[in-house]
């Protein structure tokens, strides 16, 4: 008895650690892909690709009401590294039950790029630490707004914290 015990609350492990994530938590990072000449001088872009749980939204960068909490990619400022735009989707047009105008969101997978220049004197591989920040929603029910820390590495592999 206490043998088959054991096996169904080893067997039940993957499903409670499933359970252990927090409500909001629906965004994660893909991958981070490096595009151009990825030297000291260069330019490169880095293109963000952020996947979505399924039924959930996060408002767009540019929200449909100015009190909605944007979606944002910030990158932490260093000294080998000058971010000189970041380019984000448009956003989905989505009617929400008991909302009367439709919300500008994104939904499933979605690529936010950023253009990086790098100093003459950057010494390759570097990491620029980033954080997307969200509100993610299933439809009218909103949670907290959260912080998602990763790494942008350029000449080496991203790896999220």
């Known amino acids: 008895m206490k043998t088959r015990f054991l096996l169904l609350a080893l067997m039940a492990l993957p499903i409670s650690a499933v359970a252990q994530k927090k409500p909001g938590e629906a965004a994660s990072i893909?991958?981070?892909e490096i595009q151009g000449d990825a030297?000291?001088?260069g330019n490169v872009v880095a293109i963000v690709?952020?996947?979505?749980?399924k039924d959930w939204h996060v408002q767009s960068n540019?929200?449909?009401e100015p009190n909605y909490i944007p979606t944002v990619l910030t990158l932490t400022a260093t000294p080998a590294v000058k971010v000189t735009t970041i380019k984000y989707p448009e956003g989905k047009a989505e009617k929400v039950q008991g909302l009367s105008k439709p919300l500008?969101?994104?939904?499933?997978?979605?690529?936010?790029?950023?253009s990086l220049s790098l100093?003459?004197?950057?010494?390759l591989p570097l990491t620029i630490p980033a954080t997307l920040s969200y509100q993610a929603c299933q439809g009218a029910t909103c949670y907290p707004?959260?912080?998602l820390k990763f790494d942008i590495a350029v000449g080496g592999e991203a790896k999220q914290k």
């Open 62 to 64: 540019k929200p449909s």
């Open 49 to 53: 690709h952020v996947k979505l749980e």
């Open 30 to 32: 893909g991958k981070v």
């Open 145 to 147: 707004p959260k912080k």
């Open 104 to 114: 500008s969101v994104y939904d499933g997978d979605f690529q936010i790029s950023a």
């Open 119 to 123: 100093d003459a004197k950057a010494k």
């Open 39 to 41: 030297k000291p001088g």
